[in-house]
């Protein structure tokens, strides 16, 4: 951007000044068919849910104002407060599972990068991506049924004793939501991961193995500092995932059983278009909206902070 | 360093608040509809479709094709009227209900749950038209669920505002074979021989009863109904249903009912994964042969008919007491006309033919598989003693005689369903609630929906 170099004359700032706005206009002009979907389509739904939040309103007949008391009933009602717990133990299956393990399979693929086998099975932990989630719910919902594949193999290994069905126990639901979002994430992790490794400077491999650093150290002192955009990348994709998931649970369990894997998006839905409650659901929606914000920048500060 | 470019701060703000000024200023659903000038209107002739081309759009559930089979044989008859249909889940059609009545009119359209419907003035006052066609003169109990005070509390009374094409029937069905084995000849007359039934089938290593009870959907409220209406009287469970002032689910024959239900999880009458068996899987078990007995209405009659010929069959829930009343959850496949509908009359003028035509009755047993609508000597199609059907059919015409029809506990308010019952019962399924603090937590979430309503 130009900047005003002292002891120019006003005049030709003045000039200066004239060709900035015009080209600023120009500017605006060009970014206005984008700026236009994204005010539409995003700002005002926005705009009109924050409205909305402050009435008790059934989306069809007169609205009352009630101020932040639909707030309040966020805070303060135990089932709406469990599923924003949910939402952030689901982080743990989400987030934390598929970086770790995307790191180990990223660092392992990238030790047998010319052989055959690390394509096959890059294929493979990608492909969970590639499907619906929507059919990946129900495919899984299969496999943890009561005769399902998962139970089948336990009692293969005489474990007949823990089988269940895994979706439909209070304490087995919600982590066994999590490994289905863990499954379909993992792929995306490992391929970003991969990609950011195959950029790191293959010198600083060498001169560390001079230097004596075996397998671990190497993996600890040079692939993760310098994998720290990537996985910043990561952790903000899966953590948004995780607070902000609908379609697995949504096809799995609906929040079933008992509330036992209610989270905060589907509770949105339910209120929205089974009670009509489209104030309770819309403060909802900005506690969810903000609370993934809150979450979110702290780890592009992070990163931004790696970059200096 | 590298060049950034950084949106101005007047730009931002300038974004912001155009998106504010997009949204609207005043205050949410101050453009609602307004009730009817002149509600129950007496019509002078009775209303028909004409001789003239019209087209009728109606919004049907996906899955029940009595409703299209009924079209196609009216649009035989009148060929100057012809259909634009559109269909969806009754899940769909839940949600969209409210939007769709008052955005996109519909002429005749499948209706979930009515009251609130009503309450926003989105269907149409039927009142005239059941005068002029005589319905007010049919059995009062099949049009009773449909009546709708002002506001649509209480419902039970009042306005008409919605018609069925059939209505349906609850109750017990059992594999005929594995009944024999047994030793069970005829269905049980009370509740202690449809207990003992239960016992005998979990001692030969039968599963007792296939139920469905996982996601959203409680299938463990179809037989706590059915306890409840074996141990007290219907009235009372309808009042709570129709949401009259101060009824409660909370009494002590309703007590006696989910105590029941939880002995019967307790003696693992249920599967072990009935939290995660949902509807589909229920009746595929069912129809393998799984298990004795299933708790579910009329309209699988003519799926079991032919699924498993012969092998399927149905009785009423058992009183408590030998030669006690005896009750069902029965509830017509409603039915509406938009409060907006352009074609409002040819759609009444349908609903009454569904009822009264000879085909039309027909079609309503063949292939919806429950009662015709309509007068009490109607014409009824001839079914083979050795149906399902028949069993169903006549199961109705009993609870006719003990005035023993009940709605379903679930239709009570608009999320009872999904936010109470069902999460309450699977957590009494996980011995995580009890039978009393189940009823008043169901009571608390009831209360709290009607009054906020």
Known sequence: ?308 | MARRVRPSRSGAALVIAMGLLAAACGAPGSNSPQPEASTASSLSAAPACGTAPITLNAYFETGFPVAKALTTEFTKQHPNVTWNIREDQFAVITQNAPRVLADNPPDLMRLPQVSELVKDNLLKNMDGYAKAFGWDKWPASQLEQLRMGPGGRPRGEGSLYAMGINFSMTGVFYNKKLAEKIGLSSPPATLAGLDDALAKAKDAGITPIVQFNGGATGGLAFPLQNLMASYGPAGPINDWIFQKPGATIDTPSNLQAAQHLERWIKAGYFQKDVNAVDYATMMSRFIDGQGLFMFDGDWESGNLDKQMPGEAGFFLMPPAQAGGKRAAMSAPLTFGVSARAKNADCAAFFLDWVATDRQAREIGVDIGGSHPMGPADGHMPEIAADKVTASTLAAGADIAKDNGSMDFIANATGAIYAKSWTPQLQKMVAGQQTPQELLKQVQADYTRQVEGN
Request: with cysteine.
């Open chain 1, 1 to 308: 951007m130009a900047r005003p170099i002292p002891g120019r004359s006003p005049r030709g700032r003045a000039a200066e000044a004239a060709a900035r706005s015009t080209r600023g206009w120009a500017g605006w002009l060009f970014v206005l068919p984008a700026l236009a979907f994204y005010v539409v389509f995003v700002l005002r739904p926005i705009a009109l849910t924050a409205q909305y939040s402050l009435y008790e309103w059934d989306g069809i007949g007169p609205s009352t104002w009630v101020g932040l008391a639909n707030y309040g009933r966020v805070f303060t009602d135990p089932e709406l407060f469990d599923s924003l717990v949910n939402a952030v133990k689901l982080i743990v299956f989400f987030s934390a599972i598929p970086v770790v393990l995307g790191l180990a399979i990223a660092a392992t693929i990238r030790r047998i990068a010319a052989s055959r086998l690390a394509l096959v099975a890059r294929t493979v932990i990608f492909l969970p991506q590639v499907i619906p989630l929507v059919a990946a719910g129900i495919a899984w919902s299969w496999l943890l049924s009561s005769t399902g594949v998962v139970n089948q193999f336990l009692t293969l290994l005489g474990l007949g004793r823990v089988t269940r069905a895994w979706l439909g126990d209070f304490a087995t639901a919600l982590p066994a939501v999590g490994m289905i979002g863990a499954w379909v994430l993992l792929g995306l992790c490992t391929l970003l991961l991969l990609a950011g490794m195959s950029k790191i400077d293959v010198a600083l491999y060498e001169a560390a193995r001079l230097d004596g650093a075996g397998a671990w150290r190497e993996f600890v002192s040079i692939t993760v500092p310098s994998l720290r955009q990537e996985i910043a990348v990561c952790v903000t994709v899966t953590v948004i995932a995780a607070l902000a998931s609908f379609d697995i649970i949504y096809i799995s369990t609906q929040g079933g059983p008992g509330n036992a894997t209610m989270v905060p998006g589907l509770q949105i839905y339910y209120l929205a278009f089974s009670e009509r409650q489209i104030g309770m659901a819309s403060a909802l929606a900005m506690v969810l909206m903000l609370l993934v914000i809150a979450c979110a920048l702290p780890i592009q500060w992070f990163t931004k902070d790696g970059n200096r």
